[in-house]
């Protein structure tokens, strides 16, 4: 708990200081894990819940508030917000975890510092800087499911100079049939040092995919070939970014700025065996942005203050077109164009906040922010939603928000802490969210406005030994103003505001090393998400007080490793790990819940110096269940997981 933060303040505190929840996970840490992305690694956090679909696109939810068809958490890489797309989604396959330094997760609402897109939390991924004057890896991963993984790293250090660069390639067949990805990936950093304490870098990721995702079966599918796909869609996507940022560090003052710019193009073919009518999508999409934070260090009333005033930028651009096949056959071509999803579509959000930290006591600090933000979006599809003045439409609706937190962190003891907060948050629609309910928000005369998170926590810290440590919070959290399909009379009337959702509960992390030879971490959520208030689905059913779909009451996840054996410079590690789960609701209506499971992972890890070599074992118990499943319309519908799976690996280091 002495490592030391800046994801809950932007400002560096170290854990026992900060009055919020905060898991801090290390390169090492990683390293001790299969992981073949950046979601699974989060994923034995307490308070995130994993799904994976098709088996290669994992997305994963932050205290169970990725409701729908939204995006999750807001994700910075280097401090460049990394969601991109019409739905905003994070594509953790694009971020190669090589070149990982640490991960910084803080659950819950963060607008009063980072703005809407961060109301269901902030993961900030910080990749590896040189420390020496060269050095590298090169690794080479074989798997079930011919799983391959390339990875070459090289960095460097020449004093007023520092760099990195990673390489990567990433091919796998998948689970199921028509399931694959073939993906290349380039990142790197330069940076170079005016003064010890300026610095600026430019860092620049490119990443090249290409995959096809096997779609739902029903239940009389999944048992008689879970591995079949009855339909398909081909994705090709080719993702830049690029950033360029200046970090200052005085005694009296900080001073941070990035300005960086994202671009994707991307097409996507759905439905290729015809299930439901195919249609063909072109994403083309351009981001600017930029974030700056200037920190004063200087007293306050005679006692240590860190005074904060950040500036935010982003302009998001997309152009679409969506092409629908001339029937429902296999092979049509795609010569109908849909002008409700072809156009320009944008969103654009100024925000400012300022932030005071001020040390009341020795051991008492009061945390204040307020964040002001203002967004507007742009709807220029080539359907005329008024229908020549027939209806009323907004297609360009524009908002501002206010958003303040205020947090307390006392600290008991040397290794011991407690804090409690209070905060807001709001979480604007996605682009996808306006031109998708364009007609009905016309007819129906309504314009989406954004969901209101509000949050309590309290929680505590203490390291009773080097033996154990322990990490727990307590929270109650509110959506106000949810976004979700709204029906009447059975009738469906698109995606409006229609509800509210209480979330609470309790995360509880321990961990530990007794002696050198063993060391565990042990992780528990409990999680009760409720609707709470009237919203009808389609048969006419009142879901308030029903638990919202996909997230288990109680979630336990554990990883222990112990020293083998050692001799000269060799040293035999071995990985035990496991998450269990109970029920989630398949629908909300809750006619169905899907059952509870445990799956056990291990991994045999030999070290030297220069080399390591491993072989790990997932699903070890070879369980069959569902990366995803769900109800709709009376039906249950499932995405088989694979079962037991296999991965050796080699890495030379230099």
Known sequence: MDDVVVTATQTENSVLKTASNIAVITADEIKKSDAENVAEVLKKLPGIFYTNASGLEPKISLRATHIGMSPGALVLLNGIPVNVGKFGYTDYESIPIENIERIEVVKGPMSSLYGGNSARGVINI??????????????????????????????????EWDYNLNVKKRSEDGYRDETWLDNYYVNGEVGYWLSDDFRIGT???????????????????????PTQAVDYSLTDNQDVIIGVNADLKKEMYDFKT??????????????????STPYLEDLEEDVFGVRSIFTWKQPMFGRANKLSLGFDYDDDQIDLKTDKATSKTIGAPYEKNDPKKTGDFS??????????????SDRLTLTAGLRYDYLEFENNALYDFTQDGKYTYDNNPDYSKLNPKISLNYQVAEQTAVYGSFSKSYRPPSIYDYYASGSYASKNNYVLEPETFTQYEAGVRHTFSKAIALDTSVYFLTVDDMLDSAYEDGKYMGKQNIGKVEIMGLELALSGSPCRFFSYTLGYSYTEAEYAEDIFTKGGDNINGNRTTKIPKHRFVADAQTLVGEWEAHKLYWNLGFIAQDEFAMDNVNSQFYPGYMLMDTKIRLLHDTYSIFFSIDNLLDRDYDGYAYVSSGKDYYYPAAGRTFAFGVEYRF
């Open 126 to 159: 910080i990749t590896k800087r040189a420390k020496k004057d060269f050095g590298g890896e090169i690794s080479m991963i074989a798997g079930s499911s011919h799983d391959q993984r390339y990875s070459a790293l090289v960095y460097g250090n020449t004093g």
């Open 203 to 225: 860092y620049a990721s490119f990443t090249d995919k290409e995959r096809s995702l096997a779609k739902k079966l029903k239940k009389s599918q999944r048992d008689a070939d």
């Open 258 to 275: 990035i300005l960086y710019y994202k671009y994707r193009d991307k097409t996507y073919e759905n439905y290729l065996m015809a299930t």
């Open 347 to 360: 969103s654009r959000i100024w925000g400012v906040f300022l932030q005071d930290e001020l040390a009341v």
